[in-house]
């Protein structure tokens, strides 16, 4: 049995990684699933590229697969955000037309975000397709033909299998780990084997305690349990938050190691400084997950990290004698020390 898998996909002035994305994933031999693409509002022409895309007018070049034609044209169906938050119907009609050969498109008035652009996306799917899973994919990323037959197969192990994960590897330097699930580590979630040579260290199936959004298979009936993403988080560790929700609720993640996904990680991220914006961004979302989460011991090993940081921090800007100013930084992180100490007498 293939149960049904809705496959989101997020855009945002992207379409070059996307549309390499969608090709991958319309060439899986997976047999049941649907794509949902989201698109926040993009400013590019992104949508019309898209739209060239599914009536085969765009050739996708990868070093990942070879095009090929004969899965196109892909039927696009398309909803503006308004159309989504009106109706009160089953907006997606069934025919008898092979449903893997669709793509729904949701086109954003305005840029959410991460995780409310995946919940819009997550909401459509659990109000309109009846999925028995969620798969959330990144833009950019490319998969494997077997990678969801693979993740399907993990969450059938136990009765009450949340999350599955992929095994990502770095989409530049295929030799190189991106994640192997969400583990523990000195009070924090952390992305198992990231940045690690593979060598077969993780190619058995384990438990893990959650896995990234990058490529990530989830349950149903979980996402109705614990919640979709949390928005306050914008970007940067809403998957770590979720991990840890549905951890509390005794639902098992699982790492499928033979699904495979290569990931080009912070493609959209510039390393401007040695303080930049996204680092202390990581770092308040870390601590915000900790705080809501974490135990007494859990928090002082995570102190223990954020002191080690900050030494890191002021000696490399002293070495670099840079101009950038690292009294933000600090200030940020004498509010996370108050803050997990505060909730470890509070709790």
């Excluded at 330097?173 to 009070?187: P, Y």
């Excluded at 950038?324 to 020390?337: A, H, Q």
Aim: hydrophobic letters at 35%; one cysteine or more.
């Amino acid at each position: 049995m293939n149960p049904p898998v809705t496959i989101i996909v997020l855009n945002w002035n992207g379409w070059k990684d996307t549309i390499e994305c969608l090709e991958s994933i319309y060439q899986i031999n997976y047999p049941n699933f649907k794509v949902v693409l989201v698109d926040n509002h993009s400013e590019n022409n992104s949508i019309q590229k898209i739209r060239e895309y599914c009536q085969g007018e765009l050739v996708v070049e990868s070093k990942f697969f070879n095009y090929t034609s004969k899965n196109k044209p892909i039927t696009l169906i398309e909803y503006s955000n308004d159309e989504i938050k009106d109706s009160e119907d089953n907006l997606y009609k069934k025919d008898d037309s092979d449903p893997c050969q669709k793509l729904i498109l949701i086109k954003n008035d305005e840029n959410y975000g991460f995780a409310e652009g995946n919940n819009i996306g997550i909401q459509f799917a659990l109000k309109n397709l009846n999925p028995s899973h969620i798969l959330l994919l990144n833009n950019d990323t490319i998969v494997d033909p077997k990678f969801l037959n693979e993740m399907v197969k993990a969450s059938k192990i136990y009765d009450k299998t949340g999350i599955v994960g992929a095994k990502l590897l770095n989409a530049y330097s295929t030799h190189i780990i991106d994640s192997t699930g969400h583990v523990l580590r000195w009070g924090r979630i952390v992305d198992r084997g990231h940045g690690e040579v593979d060598h077969g260290q993780y190619d058995q199936q384990d438990k893990i305690m959650g896995a990234m959004a990058a490529a990530v298979l989830y349950n149903k009936d979980m996402l109705l349990e614990i919640g979709l993403l949390d928005t306050s988080y914008v970007t940067l560790g809403e998957d770590a938050d979720l991990s840890w929700r549905a951890y509390n609720k005794d639902w098992k993640a699982i790492y499928a190691p033979k699904s495979i996904v290569y990931h080009k990680r912070g493609r959209s991220i510039t390393k401007k400084s040695v303080l930049p914006e996204m680092t202390i961004l990581s770092t308040k979302n870390t601590v915000e997950y900790v705080t809501r989460y974490g135990n007494s011991i859990q928090k002082l090993l995570f102190l223990i990290v954020l002191f080690k940081e900050g030494i890191f921090v002021l000696v490399g800007s002293l070495i670099s004698r840079n101009d950038v100013n690292t009294s933000g930084y600090f200030n940020m992180l004498l509010k996370s020390y108050l803050k997990i100490f505060k909730s470890m007498f509070t709790h």
